[in-house]
């Protein structure tokens, strides 16, 4: 039988957690490019565990070098109005290089971007969820840049779940354009399980 210290109160209980819909999601968060710009692409996808069930609760970010290369990026992500000290969201001219987004009810996320240069043909993927204790770092390498090579070097025949494979959309035929607006790519992420995303180890 064991004694508690003399003392010492018991430890008090802790709130489940963390929340990550809470504060660090944003207005337009997924608006990486501006609106309207010609050779935006759209890439989605869902964030599923173990069981394959969907996560509606992930956040997930995103860095990518622009197309002509620079890593920069560029200011607009956090403007506030100077008299009310609202959010003002994204500027809606400039390429920002990062995203954050949260997933949906159905573990769905959507961001709009400009395609990364042939050199650093991926998005650069952190993903933060319940039951993990650290975040998780993948790549999301755009199909048809080039980067499959890198992908067999870097995981062998599981590299292929880091590639976001071209979709077609409704309406829109794979004539419309290699980097037009209608290119849409999807990228799940699979947290465990047969699928499981190949994570990177950045330590």
């Known amino acids: 039988m064991t004694r508690e210290p003399a003392g010492f109160d018991p430890t008090p209980s802790q709130t489940v957690g963390p929340f990550y819909g809470y504060a660090l999601p944003f207005p337009g968060g997924g608006e990486i490019a501006p609106a309207g710009h010609p050779a935006s692409i759209t890439m989605h996808g869902y964030v599923y565990d173990g069981h394959g069930a969907p996560v509606p609760d992930a956040l997930v970010e995103f860095w990518q070098a622009a197309p002509d290369g620079s890593r920069a990026g560029g200011a607009g992500s956090w403007r506030r109005d100077p008299a009310s000290g609202g959010f003002l969201g994204r500027d809606g001219i400039g390429f920002t290089g990062f995203g954050r987004v ?6 769905h996320w959507s961001v709009r971007t400009l395609p990364p240069p042939p050199a650093a043909p991926y998005l650069a993927v952190c993903l933060f969820a319940r039951g993990l204790s ?3 770092f993948t790549r999301a390498y755009v ?3 080039g980067g499959e ?4 070097r870097l995981a062998g025949e599981r590299g292929e779940t880091m590639l976001a494979r071209r979709e077609s959309r409704e309406g829109a035929g794979e004539d419309s354009g290699a980097w037009s607006r209608e290119a849409l790519f999807r990228f799940d992420i699979h947290l465990q399980g047969e699928k499981e995303t190949v994570f990177l180890d950045f330590g």
Request: charged share 30%; proline share 0%.
């Open 134 to 136: 650290r975040h998780l």
């Open 102 to 107: 949260a997933t949906g009810a159905d573990g």
């Open 143 to 145: 199909e048809g840049l």
């Open 149 to 152: 090579g890198e992908l067999k």
